[in-house]
């Protein structure tokens, strides 16, 4: 079993910048992969970036690229979003998302909801304009 907890979510002015935490325990860290989503009220989940722990790769939806960064601190077994210049359609839930022993896949894949185990309880982001 692993546990997610996110954390960092809040309201902000536009323009202004969150880092998203999302602690996992419960298995080793570095063979994860792992996904942040979102989710506004009325509209679909998505993928916003997706990383594997052991550094291989990382994928991020065309809406995340540029202001979006993933990052993590496998000592702390913590993965991070960086969210720069943000925007009022930034503002949903966000969750983390992980899949132990995660084998390779493409980032239609890694950025889509289905391949993930285990989920985070989501930590509100509002945008203010």
């Known amino acids: 079993q692993v546990q997610l907890v996110e954390s960092g979510g809040g309201s902000v002015e536009a323009g202004g910048s969150l880092r998203l935490s999302c602690s996992a325990s419960g298995e080793r860290f570095s063979t994860f992969c792992m996904g942040w989503f979102r989710q506004a009220p009325g509209k679909e989940r998505e993928g916003v970036a997706a990383i594997y722990t052991d550094g291989s790769n990382s994928y991020y939806s065309n809406s995340a690229k540029g202001r979006f960064a993933p990052s993590q601190d496998n000592p702390k077994n913590t993965l991070y979003l960086n969210i720069n210049t943000l925007k009022h359609e930034d503002s949903a839930m966000y969750y983390c998302?992980?899949?132990?022993?995660?084998?390779?896949?493409?980032?239609?894949?890694?950025?889509?909801?289905?391949?993930?185990?285990?989920w985070g309880q989501g930590t509100q982001v509002t945008v203010s304009s």
């Open positions: 998302a992980a899949r132990p022993r995660c084998p390779p896949m493409t980032a239609i894949q890694a950025l889509g909801s289905k391949v993930y185990s285990y």
